[in-house]
């Protein structure tokens, strides 16, 4: 059984900064790539950043120069920097781990509004 726990939404003004973090527990042999998908009110899912367990990295367009993902692979853990928000990045983000080349896990997501 593999859990993910995100941690670190909340409200932040336009332009101010958050960092989410999601950690991965259970047993695990190896998380190949883990990622952050947001979900605003009435859209569909989508992917903001992804990370591979060798380092690469992909963004949405909406997200680059503005966000940074980063992992910890001795952690389990997979972070999301954001930088100056913007009401548009407001929603429920999601954490997302492939692991052992074959199994998708999602966490319970953490809110995060963008709002003066």
């Known amino acids: 059984q593999v859990q993910l726990v995100e941690s670190g939404g909340g409200l932040v003004q336009p332009g101010g900064s958050l960092r989410l973090s999601c950690a991965a527990s259970?047993?695990?042999?190896?998380?190949?790539?883990m990622a952050w998908y947001r979900q605003a009110p009435g859209k569909q899912r989508e992917l903001v950043a992804i990370?591979?367990?060798?380092?690469?990295?992909n963004y949405a367009v909406s997200a680059k120069g503005r966000f940074t993902i980063s992992m910890d692979s001795a952690k389990n853990a997979v972070y999301l920097q954001m930088n100056n928000l913007k009401p548009e990045d407001a929603g429920v983000y999601f954490c997302?781990?492939?692991?052992?080349?074959?199994?998708?896990?999602w966490g319970q997501g953490t809110q995060v509004t963008v709002s003066s």
């Open positions: 259970g047993t695990i042999s190896s998380i190949n790539a």
């Open positions: 990370i591979t367990s060798s380092g690469a990295t």
């Open positions: 997302y781990a492939r692991i052992d080349g074959l199994y998708d896990h």
